[in-house]
């Protein structure tokens, strides 16, 4: 089972920490891929983490402002979001999938091939 959670409403320059958690398994080995979906806009990709190498990938859109970690136990992962902006509004997925997911463009800007997923948390950030 995958949960979001830490959503909520913001001020624009304001911050928020999404949480993934995830029970039956641990992210040992896993891509796990923060998505998000803005009304009558198309799913996409904000971040990405190897839980492996715990290398890491952001949309330029981001880049600089979010931040995505994992805990020590391996059960959940973190996205910090910083100086977050009125576009940012939006509901917030978690998806969890083979660690190559990350690397792979189209995979981690889409979410096309991330196989498991979390029911999403709503962002919204006022200006």
């Known amino acids: 089972q995958i949960v979001e959670s830490g959503g909520g409403s913001v001020q624009a320059g304001g911050s928020l920490r999404l949480s993934c958690t995830v029970s039956g398994f641990t992210l040992d080995y896993y891509g796990v891929g923060w998505f998000r979906q803005a009304p009558g806009k198309e799913r996409e990709g904000v971040s990405c983490i190897n839980t492996v190498h715990g290398s890491t990938w952001y949309a330029d859109s981001v880049k600089g402002r979010f931040t995505v970690s994992t805990d020590n136990e391996k059960r959940a992962v973190f996205l910090q979001m910083n100086s977050l902006k009125p576009e940012d509004t939006a509901v917030y997925y978690c998806?969890?999938?083979?660690?190559?997911?990350?690397?792979?463009?189209?995979?981690?800007?889409?979410?096309?091939?991330?196989?498991?997923w979390g029911q999403g948390t709503q962002v919204t950030v006022s200006s």
């Open positions: 998806a969890v999938d083979h660690p190559l997911s990350c690397l792979d463009s189209s995979t981690r800007n889409t979410g096309e091939g991330f196989g498991s």
